[in-house]
C-alpha cells in the first residue's frame, strides 16, 4: 500500500471522516432556498478570489513594466490580506452550515477514490477476496 493510501486510511479512521463515509454524506441538506444573507456571503467569497491571486499577478507584471519593484513588494501582500479579509467575512455570512455540508460530502468523495476497495480497512474486518496465507507459507 502506497503512502497516499496508508494516510488517507489513517484519516478516514478519524472520528469526523468515518462518520462522514459511514453516513455516506451528501449534499441534500443545500436544497433548501439560501437567504439573502448567504448569497451576499458566496458572493464576497467568490469576489475574494477574483481579487486576490489574479490581482497579485497584476501587480507583479506592472512592477516589472514600470520597473517599480516596490509596487508587487507592498501592492501584493496589501491585496492578497485585503483580499483573505473579504473571504472570511463571506465565510461568516454564508455561514458554517453549507461549509460543514460541503467538507462532509469531498471528504467522503475523496477517501472513497483514493482508498477505493481498501475502504473495508476502516472497520477492521478482511476483505473476503484476499487469500490468507497457510501455516506453512506456501
Known amino acids: 500500500m502506497n503512502i497516499i493510501k496508508k494516510t488517507a486510511l489513517r484519516c478516514a479512521r478519524t472520528k469526523f471522516c468515518k462518520s462522514a463515509i459511514d453516513e455516506k454524506a451528501d449534499l441534500k441538506a443545500m436544497r433548501h432556498k439560501p ?54 467575512l463571506g465565510m461568516k455570512l454564508a455561514g458554517t452550515r453549507y461549509f460543514h455540508v460541503i467538507t462532509r460530502w469531498l471528504v467522503r468523495i475523496v477517501l472513497e477514490k483514493i482508498l477505493g476497495e481498501d475502504i473495508h480497512l476502516l472497520d477492521g474486518t478482511s476483505c473476503p477476496d484476499e487469500k490468507t496465507p497457510s501455516p506453512d507459507g506456501i
Do not use: C, N, R
Not at 497584476?58 to 507592498?74: N, R, S
Open 35 to 88: 437567504t439573502i444573507k448567504m448569497m451576499v456571503g458566496l458572493g464576497l467569497i467568490a469576489f475574494s478570489y477574483l481579487i486576490g491571486l489574479p490581482a497579485v499577478i497584476a501587480l507583479g507584471i506592472i512592477a516589472v513594466w514600470t520597473k517599480e519593484p516596490l509596487v508587487a513588494i507592498v501592492g501584493g501582500p496589501l491585496i492578497y490580506a485585503i483580499s483573505t479579509i473579504i473571504f472570511i
